[in-house]
């Protein structure tokens, strides 16, 4: 079953709690700055084992020290409920690194 899409209000209130991401067409994202190299991959290894967990999976990319985290539901097209507890997931591995 494909989990429902957000509206734009739900997504905007959805947004107040996670002032780190970004809104952009059909995903959102945020980018971390790692304190270094070896942080980074640990974090985008914490945030795999997360995403499986959760049967939901985002598209990393790392640059050096810098992560970005995209998250949308390809299936449903768009942001679902899915994106939004994994990116709350993200930011609480973020605090912890």
């Not at 390809?74 to 939004?84: I, K, N, P």
Request: net charge negative; hydrophobic share 45%.
């Amino acid at each position: 079953m494909t989990p429902a899409l957000l509206s734009a209000d739900d997504i905007g209130k959805a947004l107040l709690d996670l002032p780190e991401w970004i809104h952009t067409g059909d995903s959102i994202a945020r980018t971390v700055e790692a304190p270094s190299f070896l942080a980074g991959i640990e974090l985008v290894r914490r945030t795999a084992v997360a995403a499986e967990a959760a049967n939901h999976h985002p598209d990393i990319d790392i640059r050096w020290r810098r992560v970005t985290f995209t998250l949308s539901t390809h299936s449903a097209g768009g942001l679902t409920a899915l994106d939004f507890a994994l990116a709350h997931e993200i930011d609480r591995l973020v605090i912890q690194s």
